[in-house]
């Protein structure tokens, strides 16, 4: 079999190209849920001039489906095995060999980490220990626990829940300068009067969340540009 792993790190950079895809995926999928939002809202032309649009309504549903928290467990997963992977390396850097049940550690509290947590780090020297504990929780480090309490819940229990915020916006070219709006979608109503066509401007402002509020996407990101880092803090040691 042909070996394309020319760098220690390459199975972890591969993992975050993979979260990487999955993420734009997760684009796609919130940007095909704006659309359908947009196209569904509910509203009516005002019968009196300059006929604006009133009465703008929520759609019918939200369009978010269950594949939306699947891809966030995929991308949560291979950000996870990054680390992991990270670990392995590290184990046989400095040992010289392989180290079986190596695993990142994330610890809530210092004892944890002297004593379940170094066993996750067997045959790694002290300095690189030294790093991986600057990365914990009860050091502060918040987008590690947000990463482990995200891939427990995937790998343990259920699809990571959440919930959406959508703000709509319609403008009706009988009131509105529609060259004036920008990132909306087109849609057509009847004059309330002559039946005749009527260009309608929808804006839409969506976005995932975490069940405590936080933006999925954003989120995301931010861990990812984290393992990035974590990687490239490590990257010399193997030159």
Known sequence: MV???????????????????H??????????????QANSLPFD???????????????PETFAGVRSGTLVGEIIYNLRCALDYLVYALAVLDSGSPQNGTQFPIMDAAKDF???GKTMLTGIKAAHVDAIEQLQPYKGCNW??????????????????????????VHSELA????????????????????????????????IVFL????????????????????????????
């Open 45 to 59: 032309l005002d019968p009196n001039s300059p006929h604006a649009v009133i009465n703008v309504g929520h759609p």
């Open 114 to 116: 002297a004593s379940r």
């Open 212 to 239: 405590d509020g936080t933006p999925v996407i954003q989120s995301l990101n931010e861990i990812k540009t984290q393992v990035i880092d974590t990687l490239r803090q490590f990257e010399s040691d193997f030159q």
């Open 23 to 36: 993420l734009l995926s997760l684009e796609l999928e919130v940007a095909s849920m704006t659309e359908k």
């Open 176 to 207: 509105t300068d529609l060259s004036r709006i920008h990132g909306a979608f087109d849609r057509v109503a009847k004059h309330p009067h002559t039946g005749k066509s009527v260009r309608i401007k929808v804006h839409i402002s969506a976005q």
């Open 3 to 21: 070996n394309y792993l020319k760098h220690p790190l390459d199975s972890c950079r591969e993992r975050v190209r993979r979260a990487e895809e």
């Open 144 to 169: 590690t626990r947000h990463l482990r309490d995200l891939s427990n819940m995937d790998k343990h229990r259920h699809i990571v829940p959440g919930g959406g915020k959508m703000m709509a916006t």
